[in-house]
């Protein structure tokens, strides 16, 4: 099974400043990453598709890259409504797996 | 647009099966989509348990194969989730999510959306 691992697991930035998250592979996925944010109580909700795709009315200040075994999660200027949990999820092979999460948390 | 609502008992014995189903509204099960079933637990976290797609076909967690069963009802547009010989461990909150798929210059992509809102089964006597 491949081990989606996300650094760091817990991130404190300011409103209006930019936050970069990462999510490595222990094997190539290619381009076939996914990234999630969950807020409490709630289902997660997609981000990103085929690692730097944006989901539908999903906002330009998200944005996703890499390829391989190293991806990256980029929101460019934090909300308020952006503070939340993002999980990355590899859809390369079975079972997909997710990293375990990053908490980004207003500084 | 398509809507998933999971439903079924929020509390199962240990050693019971545990029981799910998702309804589909708003769009058509029998779309070129598979359907997913995703838990998630303190320990450990977002977990893939295994799809199903209209035909019956299907794909498990190997970590989960020997209990699972999933199964479609086109008549209701609804998909359902037995998992057997429950423990402490299944406990968790259950999503259903569709699975969608484009393909792009470096190959077929996937990802899940949208999800059910999920719902807490406790595994407990």
């Known amino acids: 099974e491949i081990v989606m691992t996300q650094s760091p697991a817990m991130l404190s930035v300011s409103p209006g400043e930019r936050a970069t998250l990462s999510c490595w592979a222990s094997?190539?996925?290619?381009?076939?990453l996914a990234w999630y944010q969950q807020k409490p109580g709630q289902a997660p909700r997609l981000l990103i598709y085929g690692a730097s795709t944006r989901a539908t009315d999903i906002p330009a200040r998200f944005s996703g890259s890499g390829s391989g075994t190293k991806f990256t999660l980029t929101i460019s200027s934090l909300q308020s409504e952006d503070f939340a949990v993002y999980y990355c999820?590899?859809?390369?092979?079975?079972?997909?797996?997710f990293g375990q999460g990053t908490k980004l948390e207003i500084k | 647009q398509v809507q998933l609502q999971e439903s079924g008992p929020g509390l199962v014995k240990p050693s019971g099966t545990l029981s799910l189903t998702c309804a589909v509204s708003?769009?058509?099960?029998?779309?070129?989509?598979?359907w997913s079933w995703v838990r998630q637990s303190p320990g450990e976290g977002l977990k893939w348990i295994g799809e199903i797609y209209h035909s019956g076909s299907t794909n498990y967690n190997p970590s989960l194969k020997s209990r699972l069963s999933m199964s479609i009802d086109k008549s209701k547009n609804q998909f359902s989730l037995k998992l057997t010989s429950v423990t402490a461990a299944d406990t968790a909150v259950y999503y259903c999510a569709r699975k969608n798929y484009q393909m792009q210059y470096l190959g077929g992509v996937h990802w899940f959306d949208p999800w059910g809102q999920g719902t807490l089964v406790t595994v407990s006597s």
């Open positions: 094997q190539s996925v290619n381009n076939n």
């Open positions: 708003g769009g058509s099960i029998t779309s070129t989509n598979w």
């Open positions: 999820q590899q859809d390369n092979d079975w079972p997909y797996t």
